[in-house]
């Protein structure tokens, strides 16, 4: 049994993501209209920046002095090589679906026991204790120009959204919201660099071994009165 990294989750799903978009690229790169980006993008284009030509150039690394699209967990020590994605945690609560007690395993109470002491015993040592969070990741997009960050915003939305049935078998209820990001571009962490975020919020447990044998359980109430 291992913690629940929803991190580590989302990250990986994510580079799976690029990974079979890159594949799918490169597949069909004689007849590009075929592929899932094309279908996605299309002929948008604002002015002369065509949309699609922007992300099959940020995905294969075409753009000379361009480094790798990547996405990191924090953000990236320098901006050699950019655009990037950071993956940020603003915000983490208990989730709605707890227990009064700690979501036990394998609980089985008696209903003449007042301590139903089988929980105990299930959360022993070869038991396991969770709680559910309700939790939203930011990626922050960090790009050269406005026009990259719009691009990648809505390419990384269209990704997410694509894949969302895979996704919301790792964490729960996905929901998406975005927005600009108002930073002083000759005072913020990235001179002269545009930002924009891309807000994904979700549903999780986490289990872990219980640390002691002898876990106390809270006693389960019962009602003394008599009905009107």
Known sequence: MTVVLPELTLLAHLEVCLSKLRNDLALHHAEPEKTWLYRVFGE????????FDEAHALLLQLTPGQGPFTITLGFPEQTAGMPAVALLLPGEDTGKTNAIGMNPELAEADDDDYYAPGLAAAAGSNGALGRSFSATYNLMIIAHTSQQTVMIYHLLRALLIGSMPQ???KLALPELRGRD??????????PGMA????????????????????????????????PA
Not at 197 to 213: C, G, H, M, T
């Open 44 to 51: 948008l284009k604002i002015d002369a920046y065509r949309y």
């Open 195 to 226: 930002m924009r975020q891309l807000s994904i919020s979700f549903s999780y447990e986490s289990r872990v071994p219980a640390l002691f044998d002898d876990v106390p359980v809270l006693p389960i109430g019962r009602f003394l009165g008599h």
């Open 167 to 169: 996704l919301a078998g």
């Open 181 to 190: 990001v108002n930073i002083d571009p000759e005072t913020g962490p990235y």
